[in-house]
């Protein structure tokens, strides 16, 4: 029998393992009703006790976290206070603790009599089946685990609305950044000393655009697609972050093949999942140091082994990552993939990590393995099919010269787009009429649409939005070429025939030569339709 009175609770709150079993206080005055009651239930739960509501009180009020206090089960008869005058007093320190009154039949009434105001979850009268107090408790904490599931899942969601949001107005910043650097930059001798300077802005601009990119996949609101890529170039930039970032007490050790072929994916998850894995492995040896390891190779899958992985046979790169931490206990590995499942103290984890790894581990048509013994250490081993195509994908090479000066018309609501790519444009050879304002837009369309050559319009806007936008035009002259830009992904979701509106879409924030090659390529194929 595991009981905690308050000269241990130090001991149980510094444990590692202090989140993986629910705490249950016991509250009694009578000790072989409290010990029965402990002797029950402390085989699946880490048990706390007090003799009054008082001592229970000072206990919680002592502990560091007294949120990971589950459920509380205390008599209603005792002296000083009574079991509901307690358990409406901790409604302030727990709100979300289940309490649950022990009672005797004289006592009934004065505790229906409370249970809303005390919040309190069920009233067992004494004696109790041993059978159904288990039973009740379990079905409570199991509930309570449900509800802290969906609280996670509510917050997470929440951020991402928030990631989202954010994202689309750094968007307008940095492509505001982006063709003020570039305008900057190309009016400068090659040789300025400041050009370079500008340069090196550029090169951050465009991290940061990556970066941007991360927040959207995370809150969902953008898409990855899968090209082929070198996961070694991968390893290497997510290495050179982790020596930067975990202490000095660990060793990175790293053996990459350099035979090693692309693989279809997504350098930004792959880059998440490498980072995650490692982060992990720091936390595990963060008190006493040791060797993080990385190793990258092909290898083939005979039979036997893809299918104890579930995979198709065929050739595949294996990336294993080791630590030489406290490793893992055998009863929770099968846990440790389940969303919001953690062994980390509340604050030090979320318990998305690892879920997410394997989420991206799927999604890339691989499988990920974790060898682990306590005090030995843990090893994740992930395999990812090779692809036979290259990672460098030609690029067409637009080499469009109009005859004639072509007008765009460039709608966008911020103020700084609109007048950074005029001039950025007209520097091209373009004539552009610019509007902040749609309706304005659509009005100087409606008035003279044979002027105007092809349209570039952002997607969020007021008013209407640029798809909106693309079909009032295409009511008035079917025959106009638009480009969309955004920061999102809405014209996957566009139900309508997307290539009778739009010809293009340009991905914010862009930069001159993405908005030139793009624009330059639509007007070309535009004139070999006609």
Do not use: W
Request: with cysteine.
């Amino acid at each position: 029998m595991t009981v905690f009175n308050k000269k241990q609770l130090e001991a149980i709150e510094s444990k590692q393992d202090f989140t993986k079993r629910h705490i249950v206080l016991l509250v009694d005055d009578e000790s072989p009703s409290l010990l029965n009651l402990a002797d029950l239930l402390s085989d699946y739960y880490d048990i706390l006790s007090a003799q009054s509501g008082l001592e229970a009180l000072t206990l919680i009020q002592a502990m560091e976290a007294p949120e990971n206090i589950h459920m509380i089960i205390s008599d209603q008869r005792m002296p000083q206070m009574t079991g509901v005058e307690f358990l409406e007093q901790t409604l302030s320190i727990i709100p979300r603790t289940i309490r649950i009154i022990l009672t005797g039949f004289a006592e009934v009434e004065s505790v229906i009599d409370s249970i809303n105001r005390s919040q309190i979850y069920r009233f067992i009268l004494k004696p109790f089946d041993q059978h159904d107090m288990l039973l009740t408790v379990k079905r409570a904490l199991e509930a309570y685990d449900l509800e802290t599931q969906l609280r996670h899942s509510q917050k997470m969601e929440a951020i991402g609305t928030l990631a989202a949001g954010i994202a689309h107005d750094f968007n307008n910043i940095l492509q505001s950044m982006f063709l003020s650097l570039q305008l900057s930059s190309r009016s400068l001798p090659t040789e300025s000393p400041i050009k370079e300077n500008l340069d090196l802005a550029l090169t951050a601009g465009y991290r940061a655009r990556d970066l941007i990119h991360q927040i959207l996949t995370f809150s969902r609101q953008d898409t990855e697609t899968l090209l082929p890529v070198h996961l070694s170039e991968i390893l290497e930039e997510a290495l050179q972050m982790m020596r930067a970032t975990i202490p000095k007490t660990i060793e990175i050790l790293e053996y990459i093949d350099p035979t090693c072929s692309p693989i279809l994916g997504s350098s930004t998850q792959l880059h998440q999942v490498i980072i995650n894995l490692c982060t992990n492995a720091a936390y595990a040896m963060r008190d006493i140091g040791g060797k993080l390891e990385l190793r990258l190779e092909p290898v083939e899958l005979d039979e036997p082994q893809s299918t104890s992985l579930q995979l198709k046979t065929g050739s595949y790169l294996y990336l294993q990552v080791s630590d030489t931490g406290v490793g893992i206990a055998p009863e929770i590995q099968q846990q440790i993939f389940d969303p919001f499942f953690s062994t980390k103290p509340i604050g030090d984890g979320s318990g998305i990590g690892l879920s997410v790894v394997k989420r991206i581990v799927q999604e890339h048509s691989g499988a990920i393995l974790l060898q682990s013994e306590p005090g030995q250490g843990s090893t994740f081993q992930l395999y990812f099919p090779i692809t036979r195509y290259s990672h460098q994908m030609e690029v067409p090479v637009i080499d469009f010269h109009p005859d004639t000066q072509r007008t765009i018309l460039f709608v966008d609501d911020e103020s700084n787009v609109v007048e950074l790519g005029k001039a950025a444009l007209e520097m091209e050879g373009y004539h552009v009429i610019p509007f902040t304002n749609s309706e304005e837009a659509l009005e100087s369309f409606r008035r003279n649409p044979d002027q105007f050559d092809i349209v570039l319009t952002d997607q969020i806007m007021p008013q209407m939005t640029g798809l909106q936008f693309g079909e009032r035009l295409i009511e008035i002259r079917p025959d106009i070429p638009i480009i969309l830009a955004t920061g999102y992904s809405e014209l996957k979701e566009k139900k309508t025939d997307q290539s009778l509106l739009v010809k293009a879409q340009l991905i914010k924030p862009f930069d001159l030569d993405e908005l030139v090659k793009v624009i330059s390529s639509v007007l070309e194929q535009t004139e070999q339709k006609s």
